[in-house]
């Protein structure tokens, strides 16, 4: 039985306008949702830090060798550029500088703790990159609907339509990045392998944008309940070692969840396949 290419776009169509349908009440208020969850993971590392000051103090101390009082300042700089950097991008402030100085302190956490060569942290860290792109893209989309002459970051030759068009696509590839340390962490079962499988299918539709605001929904549903069953930190003993890891995952996960909220907002970007087809 051969199948119907126009049927099958047809029908597609047809689910993505109920999807738009359904999406439409929550419109106004997604662009912020999804800030501040790309955000999230910062806001919990900052209390976490402060709460846990002097467990993080003696580890930079014995563990990386690091002189008290520089460990007190490092600590200290990082817990104040988060809170206030995030904040920033939260209430839409010098959105570009909060974002380069939340992606910083992303890096000088590898290098700090030792994680450098920690690839599920690298992949998951890529895809909170991802999230704070978008973040930068919709500030750009903002500052051109309202004709602002400040811009943050400037690439050659590029005009500022051109650039969230870049940023929106290199959002796009770090986003999905997740599920590739999803796919090769942990134990192998069958209902593994079927997220695995879909949850690619959907990533590749992500990157490529074609049905990108639908394919970042199906995202959005699969990592939210892979989220609860998972990371379920607050299950655990408040004294145990693995209710730290959880919550980290857990607000990282979350994180990676309003980049695709920007995604599902903003939409793919000019670099994508729904949008050269409106061409045609």
């Known amino acids: 039985m051969a199948f119907d290419s126009t049927s099958i776009q047809s029908t597609s169509e047809r689910m993505e306008k109920k999807l738009v349908e359904f999406a439409q009440p929550l419109k106004p208020y997604m662009p912020a949702l999804g800030r501040f969850l790309v955000v999230a993971t910062f806001f919990e590392d900052a209390f976490r830090i402060m709460a846990q000051w002097k467990i993080q103090r003696t ?9 008290s009082s520089v460990a007190s300042v490092y600590l200290a700089i990082n817990v104040l550029c988060m809170l206030v950097c995030s904040t920033g991008t939260v209430t839409k402030r010098h959105v570009g500088l909060s974002v380069l100085v939340l992606a910083t302190v992303i890096g000088t956490q590898a290098l ?20 704070l792109l978008l973040c930068l893209s919709e500030s750009l989309v903002r500052q051109q609907r309202t004709k602002a002459a400040t811009i943050m970051f400037s690439l050659p030759q ?23 340390g999803f796919i090769f962490n942990g134990e192998w079962g069958v209902v593994r392998v079927a997220c695995s499988l879909v949850g690619c299918a959907a990533c590749v539709m992500v990157v490529v944008g074609f049905r990108a605001k639908w394919s970042a929904l199906f995202l959005v549903s699969l990592l939210s309940v892979m989220n609860v069953i998972l990371n379920n930190w607050w299950s655990s003993h408040a004294s145990s070692y693995r209710r730290d890891f959880a919550k980290y995952d857990f607000f990282q996960t979350l994180s990676i969840i309003g980049g695709l909220l920007l995604l599902i907002s903003l939409g793919p970007g000019g670099l994508s396949y729904d949008e050269r087809k409106k061409e045609f």
């Open 59 to 67: 580890f930079l101390e014995q563990t990386r060798r690091m002189p």
């Open 112 to 131: 700090m703790y030792g994680l450098v060569f920690d690839m599920l942290y690298f992949l998951r860290n890529l895809s909170i990159m991802g999230g």
């Open 158 to 180: 590029l005009s500022e339509s051109d650039r969230h068009k870049y940023f929106q696509l290199m959002g796009r590839i770090l986003l999905v990045l997740l599920f590739i």
